[in-house]
């Protein structure tokens, strides 16, 4: 109990005096966990450039360093990347091929606690130590601070398309922004290649966005996919209750039509029914998150911990869905079984790759705590 205690405190301490000012070379993270599935980025530079709505977009100079600050609680499960595409290590489509990213040497540092990482394999950046912790429990989390400092060099504004990086999270797919390079005096850099296109963020409608939810509203009442059939009992007559209704529907219908009839795959059947399953549960975490007060959050653990489940609901589930539409979606099932591309050459396709890498984070967070 004494350690629950001082954990609690420690953990509220660290909250508290994690603080980010906001300026040109210091850009405070957050995430909108509602804008979207995943939730998108919010960047906040203070008064040197407005930076408004999801995932935005922010101009850098040649020359410049600057610092991602991600000490927010909300970055739990985003470790920000970048590369010289939009979504970086998640490829084009779900299950294609790595994009290129910024991991030169004197590029981009990783800091934990204002300190370059040491772990035997932080590499040119510090990335494989950084990213790992964003898997460890929320509450232990929060107990550190994360930064990720770019610098812009004459090799990366050459590289980059059109003058323009991207940033992404390195967990979650489809949640890229632009960083726009302009010249050391601010003018606007000139470059020999086109600019890459970007997808634009989700916007949700009057219904999802009072639920706090994504993809709900063709389900909700008079919605053109509504449900005769309700899914708990009541009349139904809250907000509350509507939207739980709605996303009840939407997961009922979804399991069945995206489902592949009579499949002798069992892993793929498992996996089409898991993913609304998945996404209903997300949105349910994020219905409550929403809708409930502190105070009834705080009925069930004082110490925050039912809060904690809530976030890993959404993070931890979503992680799992995306890692379920890469092998869906790749190169073709079965030669992502075998290990191989499907263009006839021996190597690791981007969603087999997934798999590879989320059980070496599980592995060196397992060594890792077991240190401690």
Same mark, same amino acid.
């Given at each position: 109990?004494?350690?629950?205690?001082?954990?609690?405190?420690?953990?509220?301490?660290?909250?508290?005096?994690?603080?980010?000012?906001?300026?040109?070379?210091?850009?405070?993270?957050?995430?909108?966990?509602?804008?979207?599935?995943?939730?998108?980025?919010?960047?906040?530079?203070?008064?040197?450039?407005?930076?408004?709505?999801?995932?935005?977009?922010?101009?850098?100079?040649?020359?410049?360093? %600057?610092?991602?600050?991600?000490?927010?609680?909300?970055?739990?499960?985003?470790?920000?990347?970048?590369?010289?595409?939009?979504?970086?290590?998640?490829?084009?489509?779900?299950?294609?091929?790595?994009?290129?990213?910024?991991?030169?040497?004197?590029?981009?540092?990783?800091?934990?606690?204002?300190?370059?990482?040491?772990?035997?394999?932080?590499?040119?950046?510090?990335?494989?130590?950084?990213?790992?912790?964003?898997?460890?429990?929320?509450?232990?989390?929060?107990?550190?601070?994360?930064?990720?400092?770019?610098?812009?060099?004459?090799?990366?504004? #050459?590289?980059?398309?059109?003058?323009?990086?991207?940033?992404?999270?390195?967990?979650?797919?489809?949640? @890229?922004?632009?960083?726009?390079?302009?010249?050391?005096?601010? @003018?606007?850099? @000139?470059?020999?290649?086109?600019?890459?296109?970007?997808?634009?963020?989700?916007?949700?409608?009057?219904?999802?966005?009072?639920?706090?939810?994504?993809?709900?509203?063709?389900?909700?009442?008079?919605? @053109?996919?509504?449900?005769?059939?309700?899914?708990?009992?009541?009349?139904?007559?809250?907000?509350?209750?509507?939207?739980?209704?709605?996303?009840?529907?939407?997961?009922?219908?979804?399991?069945?039509?995206?489902?592949?009839?009579?499949?002798?795959?069992?892993?793929?059947?498992?996996?089409? #029914?898991?993913?609304?399953?998945?996404?209903?549960?997300?949105?349910?975490?994020?219905?409550?998150?929403?809708?409930?007060?502190?105070?009834?959050?705080?009925?069930?653990?004082?110490?925050?911990?039912?809060?904690?489940?809530?976030?890993?609901?959404?993070?931890? #589930?979503?992680?799992? %869905?995306?890692?379920? /539409?890469?092998?869906?979606?790749?190169?073709?099932?079965?030669?992502? /079984?075998?290990?191989?591309?499907?263009?006839?050459?021996?190597?690791?396709?981007?969603?087999?790759?997934?798999?590879?890498?989320?059980?070496?984070?599980?592995?060196? %967070?397992?060594?890792?705590?077991?240190?401690?």
């Amino acid at each position: 109990m004494m350690f629950q205690i001082a954990f609690s405190v420690s953990m509220l301490f660290a909250a508290a005096t994690a603080t980010c000012t906001p300026n040109e070379l210091n850009i405070c993270m957050s995430l909108d966990l509602h804008a979207s599935e995943t939730g998108y980025y919010n960047l906040n530079r203070g008064d040197y450039e407005e930076t408004v709505g999801s995932s935005p977009a922010i101009t850098v100079k040649i020359g410049q360093t %600057i610092t991602f600050d991600q000490t927010d609680a909300s970055n739990w499960y985003h470790p920000v990347g970048f590369a010289y595409a939009p979504d970086g290590a998640h490829g084009d489509t779900w299950g294609g091929a790595e994009n290129p990213e910024v991991e030169g040497l004197g590029e981009l540092v990783y800091k934990i606690d204002g300190q370059e990482t040491t772990c035997a394999d932080k590499g040119d950046t510090g990335l494989d130590c950084f990213e790992p912790e964003f898997f460890y429990p929320r509450s232990e989390w929060l107990n550190k601070e994360y930064v990720a400092e770019l610098t812009i060099t004459e090799e990366v504004a #050459q590289t980059a398309k059109g003058g323009v990086l991207y940033y992404f999270c390195h967990i979650h797919s489809k949640m @890229s922004g632009k960083i726009i390079i302009k010249n050391a005096d601010g @003018s606007d850099y @000139s470059s020999d290649s086109d600019e890459l296109p970007l997808y634009e963020p989700i916007t949700n409608d009057g219904h999802d966005t009072n639920c706090g939810t994504t993809g709900a509203s063709p389900y909700a009442d008079g919605g @053109s996919r509504e449900c005769n059939t309700k899914f708990f009992g009541g009349d139904h007559d809250t907000t509350y209750e509507k939207c739980l209704q709605s996303i009840d529907c939407k997961m009922n219908y979804e399991m069945f039509s995206e489902t592949e009839s009579d499949s002798d795959d069992k892993v793929v059947t498992f996996m089409q #029914q898991m993913i609304p399953h998945h996404e209903n549960a997300v949105n349910m975490a994020k219905l409550l998150l929403k809708h409930a007060t502190p105070e009834e959050l705080a009925t069930v653990d004082e110490e925050g911990g039912f809060e904690d489940i809530l976030h890993d609901i959404i993070n931890v #589930q979503n992680y799992q %869905i995306h890692q379920f /539409r890469n092998y869906l979606n790749g190169d073709g099932i079965d030669a992502l /079984r075998e290990g191989e591309s499907g263009d006839g050459e021996n190597k690791t396709s981007s969603a087999a790759g997934m798999w590879a890498h989320g059980l070496t984070v599980i592995m060196f %967070i397992a060594g890792t705590l077991a240190l401690v």
